[in-house]
């Protein structure tokens, strides 16, 4: 099994959650972050106190799946929360040892 | 009782309110005498008339005029205390209404990313209009010159000090005319604001400012002239409205439309969620708008009198009624009884009663704003999404469509038989035509206006913010700023 | 000083009065000429007050009758139109102090999912009470017939136009009776909002409408007619009680203990974590509860005059003092001073001096307030705990409370020797009396009526809602919304 | 028309007021004729004032005073109820200036963590100043023996009751002493406040105590009575200050900057982000502090007359003139025009206006906000920064620098030549002379205060919080609580 | 070593963060996530603009443990935070190969 | 390469960021949470309710980096971090078996 973390930009929330479900991903779970990168982000200033930090909120999505759905995940992500600009995000993928279902105790790949 | 007007304007006053008479008379299919008993009735609301007035008016209508000239000359117009202490509260009632009020109901409503946007040009805007009516909005509305759609004189309050006067609704009765000025600016500083409620999220805010400057001399000077001005044409034809339903309510929320029209609608409308960032600020907002909203009523009497306290009560029970029944409706809609449901009920109950706010018992009031909250209803959640037009935050559907509801329906709870003030000369039919009247005017003026106005917006700032900006939210891409550092 | 009453009872204000200083006279062991003089101190209040009356009141409580109710049949009673315009200010700063203020004050004290719930039914019930009350609950309160417990007439507001006016308690001195009818309508809504204190976060929206029509019907008229009406049960017995701390604050405190007694604990009380989601929205409540408090206080006076400017003083110091005593407590206990202490102060301090606003001398009040402070301080943080009732925001240990507190207090500091505008008349002991008496029947009557509104609300809606839908909140689950979506 | 005094005082403000006019008149090297002429201009505004006291007036300084004192006498002086509707009306609304107001405008400046902290000092000082107002605060500035800088007597408010009367600025006209009292009280309770703007987020809470009841002894009180009572210092110079701007506002200002000097920068400033936390709260602060600025500035006048007209419209105006120049500069200068730009210029145009408030006509305090605007912002965006102290939250930059260009523009706007209400007695020249004398005293004596009060301070209390709870925020440390728990 | 997430419902939070504490486990770090299931979410309507996300607010809890606690620890979690309805959560199991104390350098197991 | 995941007090943010930008980490991913472990919290009280939930607040850093900058990355990260004082937090390293760059669809080390 693999655990997929995507960081995405928050607008695309939707679309990419809406593709993953038409794929047969039936959970994931998902967070609002703070992004640092190559995007540049917008200055703030407050009266003459000016801030650039660069941090940017994007949404972290995290899907638990089986080895054979992990390729078409990627994929799927990748295109739908691609805008082709600079800040759309990235995907990692971390080897997962096990899954347990709280509500029944199932394990495994049928807990996902 | 339709609208104030100043003291040079008095003399006016008299033989345009004998015109109005006289129009009255005709479509009524009456003479002389009906029309002085309607001003009788009028009189009857002043608890200071004297006896030598109310006789007057008894008598047919072409007396009355230089009968009351002549007292009104002769008897010294004296300023209560009273008076100027109320109308200095409602003045500023109506600036709670607009910030924080407005600017906290509307902003709550829109995304996160757009609150400052939201209320930043809810602010700037009612600047803008305050300055400019010192400059010549009150020349154009309220002139000692003038005609049916428009006035002129007074530019920059010129002869205007802290001893001059303005009428009020009672002969020999005045107010510091600072105060009414005052008063009336903070009219045209709302109205102006309210229109913005459609365009939020991705007008740009040089834009909306050149709108406010065009819209507020194009339309709004000249309806607020027609129907408080004495001379105005509204006010001729003795259309019902106490406290600017038609030029406030039904000019914004008509404008509103338009300018969304115009605008486009947001992207992602009717896809994305669009869920209002916190319903805890329109809370605040809605509270704020109604309390503000007594200056707006019961301020509309002029003085501190019975007229007030009528139009106070009102203000509270249309209100409430109209709250309760949007929750009501809901409910019978297979829904929820919503926050935000008795949000917009109790501003839709306030915007139908403002016409209405004098002109109508406390259970004619409880109807009216019943009913209004019932249409209401309807047209945002059943009309407007099959319409598909992005008014974002409903100026239209309830401004709008509560404000026409508000003016057909004091022609009703206007009559004596629905327990209004009214003495029934003119009858429900007749009246409901002058106010329909009215209504279709300022729709027609309004809705021109502002294609006007958004075009010249359009030509000089591109009207709207580039697509990135209205993702990324216009308080970032407009000023530079967020609402929240959490 | 203890209430308005209308000019239709004008008359029947004389006869009871006479009584009342009758019955205090019985109570003192003293006469008609101990009667007569506890009048006097009331008229001094009123400065515009005649010569003529107040020698009338030096005689004998029976010729004080004859020659006032003379006195009153001669004199047209007047408007003034500045306490048209005091009054009218003060009717909407009630309605400031209950949206937004209650509604922020409670609200930022429940958690996130139940802040719209908790807003929606304060709007709500008040808006109800609104209605109700110009239906009948005015009648019941303040018609023009009645006993010592309840009143009836003017159903619907009948006979009354924007001319009727209402007495005050100077001779001759009356406000447009709408003016008055709003006023009160105020106190009516705000005292079944702040019943809610008690039961948010898990009563059923319905349960919480039809509470509130029972409740305000065989609780708050009939109390609110013993306390303020001519005639009424308390104001016969000469209770001091200037802008109801009775009718409002004990009556309401009481009535929340009983109502979450019978509604039971939230679940996790206790155990979870229930700390307040947004303590600035309960800080921004307190400041307009505050500002609000001034129409509650001041505008009980019922004229714009020193008796007002002796109340809004009261009603700031005695505020100050309650505030910065409950920090002071708190770091007496060892704690650190807190802002919720310092809300809860500035409250406790409120409620406290509202019997006494107008019947005390800033330093009583500053005394009152403090020690209102200290044992609602006691009351919340150590005994309720032991008593492990939950009453979800201190409605009973800071209105109930508090009221007692100001309640029994208000006898103290009225008199002379502590600075109070008294004339030692009727001394502290008996006075005392007469305030227990006041105390005791309401504590009774709110219980009961609280415990019969409370089980038909279970028989209609189930008063409860379900475990699933406290849990998620009832923001979700009763409203379908959200509070913010940031 | 520079400040109000008490009954008592009234022989002494004639006598004053004459020594005033001789004094003016050394300074213009004039006579008593021009004297005279000047008090002729300030009668004028009151529309009241009897043909005797005009052709009094003409007279020479001399006779006038032998005159108006006798009139005085003779005439009987009368409540207005539509002042005192007035006056309570703007008490409150100064009350709401401080909390809720500004307690959400400073709140919202401060980072999360800070949050309750600054709403609970300003409340706490604010309550501070109440208790210590009635018991010597009244006395030493409006007590009724005294001299240039300070005065005694009163001390807690002994011989007032609610018969008590206080003098307004026009003969014969009084308000009720107690709502003069509570009137003023709300200045000493916004002033000190305004004083923490600059200290938040890392000033003890007892600290902020010590320093509040030090301040306001020895510079507040002082200050007030040199301002406002017949006889102070500046009062008798002549200084043009209509509601405040030296005592409250340059006062404030300059005790901020000395209070951050000696207090030091927080930690981590100029290098972390230390961003509003809620620009929405700052909002509605803005427009709180905007609504409440009038009962500052129209109560000033005392009366409901067409002064306190004149002085609304100008609070008006001056304000929205300002906010949208600061956007402008904002702009000129290549950045967007932000939300915070925009409340700093409400602020900003609010300042500069209140001692101009019925001092300028309308186009005078227009341009009067827009000067005050771009310099503000020049100060705290450019030169701030260069300086490098750390006055958090602008007090200096806004309400000193702003009050400062108010006191000396008022001398400006003031002359009939710039279309002010002054007859142009004593010359612009002549008036920069005195405001600035005004101004320089001020600036003096307050900076000496504030350092005692500091030094004080921190020998009792150690004045800043250790740098653990500076991190970790004061809201947990100097309060343990949370502002938010989401 | 073993980095555990688990998802849960937020009001079993108190419960799950007692029960670890009583079997050992001394650290952990908590945010709060919006889950999205199996389990159906609210429907909310504002003024007719109808939405049902099916985004759950959840709580995610981070354990880093050593491998032989990990087992009681997945059990721990599993029948506390149960409630036997659907949207209970999950529970994912990573392999951690390293973990710091920043106050110490203290690596490893120690550094738990 | 590794996932690094380091919880740290949040003041230290813009310091660790810093330090990190210094050294060569192009990007990151910053969340805030709430630590449980050694360090006491504040005590709450709110009318006589006393919280002390242990609960403070923290910043959560994830970091995608190649095998070769992970050793120093933990290593800036656990010296400019600590303050030396408990709760200075923690920093797990895990493996990451694939990482994509959204906007390219580049994978691998030239993804982060
Ligand atoms: N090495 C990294 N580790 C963790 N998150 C990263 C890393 N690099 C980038 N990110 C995340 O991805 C987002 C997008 O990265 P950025 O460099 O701005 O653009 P792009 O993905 O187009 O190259 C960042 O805001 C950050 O949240
Ligand atoms: N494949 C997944 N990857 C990551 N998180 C998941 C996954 N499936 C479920 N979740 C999380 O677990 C929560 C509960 O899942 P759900 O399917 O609603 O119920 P249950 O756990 O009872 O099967 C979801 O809200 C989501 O946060
Ligand atoms: N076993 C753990 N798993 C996950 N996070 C932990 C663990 N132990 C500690 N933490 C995180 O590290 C933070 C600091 O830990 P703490 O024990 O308070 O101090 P220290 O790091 O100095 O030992 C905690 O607040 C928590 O967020």
């Known amino acids: 099994m693999k655990f997929i973390i995507a960081i995405i930009k928050p607008f695309k929330l939707d679309e990419v959650r809406e593709a993953l479900g038409a794929i047969g991903v039936a959970g994931m779970t998902v967070s609002e972050v703070k992004g640092f990168g190559r995007q540049k982000g917008q200055t703030e200033i407050y009266r003459g106190a000016e801030y650039s930090t660069n941090m940017l909120p994007k949404v972290k999505i995290e899907v638990a799946a089986s080895d054979s759905l992990t390729p078409l995940i990627i994929e799927t992500i990748q295109q739908v929360a691609s805008t082709e600009a600079i800040g759309d995000g990235k995907i990692f993928v971390l080897d997962l040892s096990e899954a347990v279902r709280i509500r029944t105790g199932e394990a495994g790949d049928t807990a996902l | 009782m339709t609208g104030p007007m100043t003291q040079d304007m008095s003399d006016r006053r008299e033989s345009t309110?004998?015109?109005?008479?006289?129009?009255?008379?005709?479509?009524?299919?009456?003479?002389?005498?009906?029309?002085?008993?309607?001003?009788?009735?009028?009189?009857?609301?002043?608890?200071?008339?004297?006896?030598?007035?109310?006789?007057?008016?008894?008598?047919?209508?072409?007396?009355?005029?230089?009968?009351?000239?002549?007292?009104?000359?002769?008897a010294a117009a004296t300023v209560d205390k009273g008076d100027t202490a109320w109308m200095m509260t409602a003045t500023l009632l109506v600036l709670l209404m607009i910030i924080p009020g407005l600017a906290l109901f509307y902003g709550g409503l829109t995304r996160t990313k757009n609150m400052l946007s939201t209320m930043t040009q809810i602010g700037a805007v009612a600047c803008f209009a305050m300055l400019i009516w010192v400059m010549y909005g009150y020349g154009m509305a309220f002139g000692p010159e003038g005609n049916a759609y428009v006035s002129w004189g007074k530019w920059f309050l010129s002869g205007v000090?802290?001893?001059?006067?303005?009428?009020?609704?009672?002969?020999?009765?005045?107010?510091?005319?600072?105060?009414?000025?005052?008063?009336?600016?903070?009219?045209?500083?709302?109205?102006?604001?309210?229109?913005?409620?459609?365009?939020?999220?991705?007008?740009?805010?040089?834009?909306?400012?050149?709108?406010?400057?065009?819209?507020?001399?194009?339309?709004?000077?000249?309806?607020?002239?027609?129907?408080?001005?004495?001379?105005?044409?509204?006010?001729?034809?003795?259309?019902?409205?106490?406290?600017?339903?038609?030029?406030?309510?039904?000019?914004?929320?008509?404008?509103?439309?338009?300018?969304?029209?115009?605008?486009?609608?947001?992207?992602?409308?009717?896809?994305?969620?669009?869920?209002?960032?916190?319903?805890?600020?329109?809370?605040?907002?809605?509270?704020?708008?109604?309390?503000?909203?007594?200056?707006?009523?019961?301020?509309?009497?002029?003085?501190?009198?019975?007229?007030?306290?009528?139009?106070?009560?009102?203000?509270?029970?249309?209100?409430?009624?109209?709250?309760?029944?949007?929750?009501?409706?809901?409910?019978?809609?297979?829904?929820?009884?919503?926050?935000?449901?008795?949000?917009?009920?109790?501003?839709?109950?306030?915007?139908?009663?403002?016409?209405?706010?004098?002109?109508?018992?406390?259970?004619?009031?409880?109807?009216?704003?019943?009913?209004?909250?019932?249409?209401?209803?309807?047209?945002?959640?059943?009309?407007?999404?099959?319409?598909?037009?992005?008014?974002?935050?409903?100026?239209?559907?309830?401004?709008?469509?509560?404000g026409i509801v508000g003016a057909l329906g004091t022609a009703i709870v206007f009559a004596p038989g629905f327990g209004g003030p009214g003495d029934g000369s003119t009858g429900i039919g007749a009246q409901l035509g002058i106010q329909a009247a009215a209504v279709g005017t300022t729709i027609v003026w309004a809705a021109i206006g502002t294609v006007v106005a958004m075009y010249v917006a359009k030509a000089l700032t591109g009207l709207r913010v580039s697509p990135e900006v209205e993702r990324e939210g216009l308080d970032l891409g407009e000023h530079g700023e967020r609402a929240y550092n959490y």
Chains 1, 5, 6 share one sequence.
């Open chain 2, 17 to 74: 309110m004998n015109h109005r008479l006289a129009g009255i008379g005709k479509i009524c299919g009456g003479i002389g005498a009906l029309g002085a008993s309607l001003f009788a009735a009028t009189a009857a609301f002043a608890q200071d008339a004297t006896a030598a007035a109310t006789d007057a008016a008894v008598a047919a209508a072409e007396t009355v005029t230089e009968a009351a000239t002549a007292a009104a000359e002769v």
């Open chain 2, 161 to 402: 000090d802290a001893s001059s006067q303005a009428a009020t609704f009672t002969d020999g009765v005045e107010i510091p005319e600072y105060v009414f000025i005052a008063f009336q600016m903070t009219f045209a500083a709302i109205t102006v604001a309210l229109v913005l409620g459609s365009v939020v999220e991705r007008m740009k805010f040089s834009a909306v400012m050149v709108f406010a400057l065009v819209w507020l001399t194009i339309v709004y000077f000249p309806v607020a002239h027609m129907v408080w001005a004495g001379g105005g044409l509204f006010f001729e034809m003795g259309a019902l409205d106490f406290a600017g339903g038609t030029v406030v309510h039904i000019n914004a929320g008509v404008s509103a439309l338009v300018a969304a029209l115009i605008l486009g609608n947001r992207i992602g409308y009717g896809k994305e969620v669009m869920a209002p960032h916190s319903l805890t600020m329109t809370g605040i907002g809605t509270g704020l708008l109604w309390v503000g909203w007594f200056g707006f009523n019961a301020g509309s009497a002029l003085e501190a009198n019975g007229s007030a306290g009528l139009a106070m009560i009102n203000t509270f029970v249309a209100t409430a009624s109209a709250g309760l029944t949007w929750m009501v409706v809901e409910r019978a809609m297979g829904h929820k009884g919503s926050a935000l449901g008795f949000c917009s009920g109790i501003i839709a109950g306030l915007v139908a009663v403002t016409p209405a706010a004098g002109n109508s018992g406390p259970f004619g009031a409880i109807i009216l704003g019943a009913v209004a909250s019932v249409i209401c209803f309807f047209f945002v959640t059943v009309i407007k999404p099959k319409l598909g037009y992005d008014d974002a935050l409903d100026a239209f559907g309830i401004h709008g469509i509560g």
